[in-house]
C-alpha cells in the first residue's frame, strides 16, 4: 500500500492568535509571506473563474483562516469599486494619498503624473511576477515599497508613520473659514461617512457657498497629505450633495480639470445625489464644446444615473445621448462614452443607425467601446451560434 502523504502544517504565528499590539520583527516577515502565498492561491482561483466562496475557496479559509482571507480578499473589492470608464485615475491617486498619509513616513511625495507613471510600471511588474510564482525582483519591489500599494496585507501590523509635512508645502489655510467648517479641517484621511460626523444638517444649509469654495481650494486639493486639513474638499464636496445644492454643481465642474486630481471619480454621484434640479445644469456642461472631455463625459455619466433614478428624466436624457451621437463636432472620446451609457440605459437599439454611423466615420474611440459591445451585435452572435 503506497504511503498517504501528509500536507507539511505550517509553523504557528502567535500573534495571528490575539491579534494585539504588533508582532515581533520575525512574525511580522512570517504573516507577510503567509499573506502573498494566500493571495497568488486567491488569484490562481479567479484566473480559473473559481471563486472564493467555492469549496476550494472555502479549503483556503480552512487553511488560512477567514479573517485573513478577508484582509486579502480587501484590495480585490476596491478595485472592483472603480468602475468609472472616464476617470480611471483619481481613484488610486486618492487611495495613494490615504496610504501616504498614515504610512508616507520618510518617503517622498508623488504628484498625480508620477504615481500613476509608476503605477503603471507596477503594473507590469506584477504580470511578470505571475509568470514567476508571484515573486518580485529589486525593482519591483522598491516600487511596490514607495506605492504602497499592498497596504491593506500590512496596515494591521505596521504601526503609522505619519509624514512632516516639508516646506515647499504652504500652511494649510484654516483661518480662511469659519465655524461649522472648522470641523471638517479636522476629520482627515480616514474619510468617514457624513452620517458619522453631522449632527445637526440644517446648520450646514447657509453655508453652501463656502462648502463649495472649499471644494474647490487649491490649497487643500494640493496640500500635504499628512494634514487632515487637506482631505476637507472631499467632506465639502459630499456635504454639497447631502444638501442637494444644485447651485454649487457648475462650479464643482471645475475639478475635472485640476491637475492633480483625487476627487472627480466622485463627481456624477455628488450631481446626480442633487436630483432633478441639477439636469439643467449638468444638461450646460455636456452642451458645451468647450469643455474637456473629462468634464462633459463626467457630466454624461450623472446623467445617466439621474435617468436610472428618476423616470421622468430618463426620456430627455436618453433624446440628448442620441442627439450628441450624431454631432460630428464632439471627439471620439466623448461620443464613445455617450454611446456606453446609452448601452447602460437599454437605449442603444433606438439609436442604432446614429451608432452605426459613428462608427463608420471613425467618431468613436474603439479603446472605450466597440461596435461589437453593442446589444443587436451580441444578439446575432447568439443566432449564428445556433
Given at each position: 500500500m503506497a504511503r498517504r502523504r501528509h500536507a507539511k502544517p505550517q509553523t504557528k504565528i502567535e500573534w495571528l492568535e490575539h491579534r494585539s499590539g504588533y508582532p515581533s520583527p520575525e512574525e511580522y516577515e512570517a504573516i507577510l509571506k503567509r499573506r502573498y502565498e494566500l493571495r497568488m492561491e486567491?488569484?490562481?482561483?479567479?484566473?480559473?473563474?473559481?471563486?472564493?466562496?467555492?469549496?476550494?475557496?472555502?479549503?483556503?479559509?480552512?487553511?488560512?483562516?477567514?479573517?485573513?482571507?478577508?484582509?486579502?480578499?480587501?484590495?480585490?473589492?476596491?478595485?472592483?469599486?472603480?468602475?468609472?470608464?472616464?476617470?480611471?485615475n483619481s481613484f488610486g491617486y486618492r487611495q495613494y494619498r490615504q496610504r501616504f498619509a498614515r504610512f508616507g513616513g520618510q518617503k517622498p511625495f508623488l504628484?498625480?503624473?508620477e504615481y500613476n507613471q509608476k503605477s503603471n510600471e507596477h503594473a507590469q511588474h506584477l504580470m511578470d511576477s505571475l509568470q514567476n510564482n508571484g515573486v518580485y525582483g529589486p525593482d519591483a519591489q522598491e516600487l511596490l515599497d514607495l506605492l504602497m500599494i499592498d497596504s491593506d496585507?500590512?496596515?494591521?501590523?505596521?504601526?503609522?508613520?505619519?509624514?512632516?509635512?516639508?516646506?515647499?508645502?504652504?500652511?494649510?489655510?484654516?483661518?480662511?473659514?469659519?465655524?461649522?467648517?472648522?470641523?471638517?479641517?479636522?476629520w482627515g484621511p480616514r474619510l468617514l461617512s457624513l452620517s458619522l460626523l453631522?449632527?445637526?444638517?440644517?446648520?450646514?444649509?447657509?453655508?453652501?457657498?463656502?462648502?463649495?469654495?472649499?471644494?474647490?481650494?487649491?490649497?487643500?486639493?494640493?496640500?500635504?497629505?499628512?494634514?487632515?486639513?487637506?482631505?476637507?474638499?472631499?467632506?465639502?464636496?459630499?456635504?454639497?450633495?447631502?444638501?442637494?445644492?444644485a447651485e454649487s454643481a457648475y462650479a464643482l465642474g471645475e475639478l475635472a480639470d485640476i491637475e492633480n486630481d483625487w476627487l472627480t471619480d466622485h463627481l456624477p454621484h455628488v450631481w446626480?445625489?442633487?436630483?432633478?434640479?441639477v439636469?439643467?445644469?449638468?444638461?450646460?456642461?455636456?452642451?458645451d464644446l468647450k469643455s474637456s472631455d473629462k468634464r462633459r463625459g463626467l457630466a454624461a455619466e450623472a446623467l445617466s444615473m439621474l435617468a436610472n433614478e428618476e423616470p421622468i428624466l430618463h426620456r430627455p436624457v436618453v433624446e440628448t445621448f442620441g442627439r450628441h451621437i450624431a454631432n460630428p463636432a464632439n471627439s471620439p472620446t466623448l461620443t464613445a462614452y455617450i454611446i456606453h451609457f446609452l448601452d447602460e440605459l437599454d437605449a442603444e437599439d433606438e439609436f442604432r443607425p446614429a451608432i452605426e454611423s459613428a462608427f463608420d466615420e471613425d467618431r468613436v474611440d474603439t479603446d472605450?467601446?466597440?461596435?461589437?459591445?453593442?446589444?443587436?451585435?451580441?444578439?446575432?452572435?447568439?443566432d449564428d451560434n445556433d
Amino acid at each position: 500500500m503506497a504511503r498517504r502523504r501528509h500536507a507539511k502544517p505550517q509553523t504557528k504565528i502567535e500573534w495571528l492568535e490575539h491579534r494585539s499590539g504588533y508582532p515581533s520583527p520575525e512574525e511580522y516577515e512570517a504573516i507577510l509571506k503567509r499573506r502573498y502565498e494566500l493571495r497568488m492561491e486567491l488569484i490562481m482561483l479567479m484566473a480559473r473563474d473559481i471563486t472564493p466562496n467555492s469549496s476550494e475557496g472555502q479549503r483556503l479559509s480552512q487553511k488560512y483562516g477567514d479573517a485573513e482571507v478577508s484582509i486579502v480578499l480587501k484590495p480585490f473589492s476596491k478595485a472592483f469599486s472603480n468602475n468609472s470608464i472616464i476617470d480611471e485615475n483619481s481613484f488610486g491617486y486618492r487611495q495613494y494619498r490615504q496610504r501616504f498619509a498614515r504610512f508616507g513616513g520618510q518617503k517622498p511625495f508623488l504628484n498625480a503624473a508620477e504615481y500613476n507613471q509608476k503605477s503603471n510600471e507596477h503594473a507590469q511588474h506584477l504580470m511578470d511576477s505571475l509568470q514567476n510564482n508571484g515573486v518580485y525582483g529589486p525593482d519591483a519591489q522598491e516600487l511596490l515599497d514607495l506605492l504602497m500599494i499592498d497596504s491593506d496585507l500590512w496596515e494591521d501590523i505596521t504601526p503609522e508613520d505619519i509624514p512632516t509635512r516639508p516646506d515647499s508645502f504652504p500652511t494649510p489655510p484654516i483661518s480662511a473659514y469659519k465655524e461649522p467648517l472648522t470641523e471638517m479641517l479636522a476629520w482627515g484621511p480616514r474619510l468617514l461617512s457624513l452620517s458619522l460626523l453631522v449632527r445637526d444638517w440644517e446648520v450646514w444649509n447657509k453655508h453652501i457657498p463656502a462648502l463649495t469654495r472649499m471644494a474647490l481650494d487649491p490649497a487643500l486639493l494640493n496640500g500635504w497629505p499628512g494634514d487632515k486639513s487637506s482631505w476637507a474638499p472631499w467632506y465639502a464636496l459630499h456635504m454639497l450633495a447631502e444638501l442637494e445644492a444644485a447651485e454649487s454643481a457648475y462650479a464643482l465642474g471645475e475639478l475635472a480639470d485640476i491637475e492633480n486630481d483625487w476627487l472627480t471619480d466622485h463627481l456624477p454621484h455628488v450631481w446626480a445625489d442633487m436630483g432633478t434640479k441639477v439636469e439643467p445644469v449638468v444638461m450646460m456642461i455636456l452642451d458645451d464644446l468647450k469643455s474637456s472631455d473629462k468634464r462633459r463625459g463626467l457630466a454624461a455619466e450623472a446623467l445617466s444615473m439621474l435617468a436610472n433614478e428618476e423616470p421622468i428624466l430618463h426620456r430627455p436624457v436618453v433624446e440628448t445621448f442620441g442627439r450628441h451621437i450624431a454631432n460630428p463636432a464632439n471627439s471620439p472620446t466623448l461620443t464613445a462614452y455617450i454611446i456606453h451609457f446609452l448601452d447602460e440605459l437599454d437605449a442603444e437599439d433606438e439609436f442604432r443607425p446614429a451608432i452605426e454611423s459613428a462608427f463608420d466615420e471613425d467618431r468613436v474611440d474603439t479603446d472605450i467601446i466597440t461596435l461589437e459591445d453593442m446589444s443587436w451585435m451580441k444578439d446575432e452572435d447568439w443566432d449564428d451560434n445556433d
